[in-house]
């Protein structure tokens, strides 16, 4: 037994398709972004950002350590990643090294840490 099947119906359920996974899929998180903090020198930014992915995940704070001129995030400058609203201590010790930490954070919330982002040092 053989399905007719309207071929602008097929055409409408796929463009329907589409643009639920563009506008459902590229911002299922919201972020916002709770302090800048600039370097000595000015060219350096670190950029603390909340990020709520739904009711089934956990926040995450991240401390995003890149030069000024850079807009946006990327995986590889951030040095903090934190579980839960949990906000880290952020401070510029010099032009290229930074104070990083958080204190209240039990261990087991802090999911990343790095020493080093590019030319800056973190402690």
């Known amino acids: 037994m053989s399905t007719y099947v309207n071929p602008q119906f097929a055409l409408l359920s796929k463009l329907l398709s589409v643009v639920l996974v ?11 972004e709770l302090e800048r903090t ?4 000015g060219k350096w930014v670190a950029v603390t950002i ?7 995940t956990s926040e995450v704070v991240s401390i995003d350590v890149r030069p000024i001129a850079e807009s946006s995030a ?7 990643l934190v579980k839960h609203e949990q906000i880290p201590d952020v401070e ?4 290229s090294v930074i104070s990083v930490n958080c204190p209240h954070c039990p261990s087991t919330d802090i999911i990343e840490k790095k020493v080093k982002v590019g ?4 402690q």
């Open 22 to 32: 563009v506008l459902l899929g590229c911002h299922l998180c919201d972020e916002t």
């Open 38 to 41: 600039i370097s000595p020198d």
């Open 50 to 56: 909340m990020r709520d992915c739904g009711a089934t």
């Open 74 to 80: 990327r995986q590889e400058n951030i040095v903090m």
């Open 92 to 95: 510029w010790l010099s032009n």
């Open 119 to 122: 030319s800056i040092t973190v």
